[in-house]
């Protein structure tokens, strides 16, 4: 029952036949009615007329007494068009029955002078019976007609009526189910295409080869398509670079503990095994990327109200050290600025931003960080007076695994891509200028406040 209910097919030819059945009782009701309504209805309107073609004829011939005389003609064809009809024309004057149909009565089928329309128990039957006068208002004219021969009169047109109907209803579906099955094997053709598809092969639907009304549906399946072969070609590329950028730090190191092993100075072994822990340190910090970029990639991230002020200060005080390491001078100028976001996801965008100001401004720089309120946003700006990043280049740094010809070998190029996608999941904008006085690097990310539009918006 339930794939009765969910095929389309099946639920257009229900809904034309419910029409169709509905439309037929109506009709039948309305033309029962329009028969057997008192004296408005078919019936008593056939009597009425056989009574008037009576009285015109009285009015055109001399009428005797002779009970045998024949009707005129419209009046037969009258009483042959409602059935069993029988006539009587009385003399008022005498009370006498001067004219009558063959198998009419020869007593009164109606009371005297009871003009119009009534019901009468004649012979063990019910009859409708229309009494009316000719011009002169001498002759009584009654027509009556009995009940059961109307009604099974009726019965027969009504099998007819049945029958066509049956039939017109069997021509209508054949059509009808013609034209469905003939739209819905285009729907099947397409869903066989979709589903032959190979996921990293591009095919799409062409939307010319099915009905217009399922258009909406085969864009959004050739859009989610296209959505997903990106998905599948960025997935490519990421693995192809990732064990690229691994690959080399441990043939490194494969190198350099080959080389620590055979070597017998100590001085000698001592450097190398120098080198083998700074190429293990890069070696996990592409790893911990690694793992990050992935995280970030994920649907069901919860964002809650954060101070972002709090989230900076923390990241602050866990690398302090390495900025002093490198003799960098550290400005912090945070106002507390209240966003949605999740705090991990918070953390590792703030790290990268000053892991990548500290890497690439140079030893002694001077970095700022600069958390601001606007009416609507709160902004995290990390600023530097490093030598920079050209122009042509600002674009492409934020792909993954990207290191601009003048960075250092030990950066993974992974920082400032995690810092757009966790910017995308928490609906802000990632923005780069030129640091103060023209000179460095300017990294901003703007967050809308919780009660912005679009602040809660959930990531594309």
């Known amino acids: 029952m339930r794939r009765v209910t969910n095929s389309m097919r099946a639920q257009i030819l229900l809904g034309i036949f419910s029409a169709l059945l509905v439309s037929w009782l109506v009709q039948f009701g309305l033309y029962w009615n329009s028969l057997t309504r008192t004296e408005s209805g078919a019936r008593d309107h056939e009597l009425s007329a056989v009574v008037d073609s009576v009285a015109f004829f009285l009015a055109m011939v001399p009428v ?13 064809l009258l009483r042959q068009s409602i059935g069993k009809t029988e006539i009587q024309v009385w003399d008022r004057v005498t009370n006498r029955l001067v004219l009558a149909s063959t198998d009419a009565p020869r007593t009164r089928m109606a009371q005297v002078n009871s003009i119009g329309f009534s019901c009468v128990l004649f012979g063990g039957d019910t009859w409708r019976v229309y009494a009316g006068l000719d011009e002169t208002a001498r002759f009584e004219i009654v027509a009556a007609t009995p009940t059961r021969a109307f009604y099974a009169g009726l019965a027969d047109r009504f099998e007819l009526g049945s029958i066509i109907t049956l039939l017109m209803f069997a021509g209508i579906g054949s059509v009808t189910m013609f034209v469905v099955c003939r739209s819905t094997r285009k729907l099947g053709r397409a869903g066989r295409e979709i589903a032959q598809a190979s996921v990293t092969d591009g095919v799409t639907v062409d939307e010319r080869t099915v009905p217009a009304e399922v258009g909406p549906l085969i864009r959004a399946i050739n859009e989610r398509q296209r959505r997903v072969l ?9 693995i192809g670079d990732a064990a690229h950028e691994l690959r080399t730090p441990l043939a490194v190191l494969a190198v350099y503990a080959d080389t620590a092993y055979r070597v017998n100075d100590p001085v000698k072994a001592k450097m190398l095994m120098q080198k083998i822990a700074e190429t293990t340190r890069r070696s996990a910090r592409i790893v911990e990327q690694l793992l990050d970029l992935a995280r970030t990639d994920r649907n069901d991230i919860v964002l809650e109200p954060v101070n972002l002020a709090s989230v900076v200060g923390f990241v602050l005080r866990d690398m302090q050290a390495s900025f002093v390491h490198r003799g ?13 976001g999740q705090v991990d996801a918070l953390g590792i965008l703030v790290r990268n931003l000053l892991d990548n100001a500290g890497r690439y401004s140079g030893d002694g720089s001077s970095i700022r960080v600069a958390v601001e309120r606007a009416a609507d946003s709160v902004t995290l700006a990390v600023s530097d007076n490093g030598p920079g ?4 280049l600002r674009e492409r740094i934020f792909d993954p695994f990207y290191r601009g010809p003048d960075a250092p070998s030990h950066g993974s190029g992974l920082g400032l891509a995690l810092v757009a996608r966790i910017a995308r999941s928490h609906n802000a904008r990632v923005t780069l200028e030129e640091g103060a006085g023209g000179r460095g690097v300017c990294l901003s990310v703007t967050f809308p406040l919780p009660d912005a539009p679009g602040a809660a918006a959930v990531r594309a």
């Open 64 to 76: 005797t007494q002779d009970i045998t005389r024949d009707l005129p003609v419209p009046a037969v």
């Open 389 to 392: 990043i050209a122009r042509p």
């Open 230 to 238: 990106t998905l599948v070609e960025n997935e490519r590329r990421f």
């Open 328 to 340: 960098q001078q550290l400005t912090v100028d945070a106002v507390p600025g209240q966003i949605l």
